[in-house]
């Protein structure tokens, strides 16, 4: 086995990343799992990883690749749609799994600052020319007034608190305004 020239505990410890330092595929990046119950490890290559973080990105995909092509039937099993039926809702729960496990490793920045960031962005794609000055002036009223309201309303401090539903409220929030207003809000808030 070829020796690893660095690597990184992923997905809360479920796997890790790393780079092979000698073999036929030194310098390429790989993520690995313990296969449970055996002293042996799942691989799979990550081809477009040039860093040890792009690496990272991409474990979640990989230990999902790496769980259905263990969950695939063979041909004795084919016959049986029960067992089919079984096997899929295993890997549905295990993608959960993986996603929730990917969610809490990401980093929680404070609403505040994840707002100003994104508003910083977008004054640099005003100043490059990408967007008007009047896309960008609606934009940053929306998000630090409007927006922010909400989300300090809803109780929201950090973006790892924002779910699928945060915004389910937020036109009753803004019920005040305009439909068009509206819109136009939800169109930043798409973004």
Request: aromatic content about 6%.
């Amino acid at each position: 086995m070829p020796a690893i020239a660095e690597k990184r505990k992923v997905l809360n410890g479920r796997g890790i990343v790393g780079r092979w330092a000698t073999g036929s595929s030194s310098g390429k990046f790989f993520y690995r799992e313990l296969v449970p119950g055996t002293k042996r490890y799942r691989y799979r290559e990550l081809p477009e990883a040039q860093t040890l973080d792009e690496a990272e990105a991409q474990a979640t995909n990989a230990a999902i690749e790496l769980a259905s092509t263990e969950l695939k039937p063979s041909p004795k099993q084919s016959a049986d749609p029960l067992g089919l039926l079984a096997r899929e809702e295993r890997l549905t729960k295990q993608q959960l799994k993986l996603a929730r496990l990917e969610q809490k490793s990401k980093p929680s920045e404070e609403i505040e600052k994840a707002i100003k960031d994104y508003v910083r962005q977008q004054a640099h794609r005003r100043d490059t020319g990408q967007i008007a000055d009047s896309t960008f002036t609606n934009k940053r009223i929306i998000l630090t007034i409007h927006v922010l309201n909400y989300l300090k309303y809803e109780k929201v401090r950090t973006t790892r608190q924002i779910t699928a539903t945060t915004f389910d409220n937020y036109l009753t929030f803004r019920s005040s305004t305009t439909r068009i207003a509206q819109q136009r809000e939800l169109s930043v808030l798409g973004e």
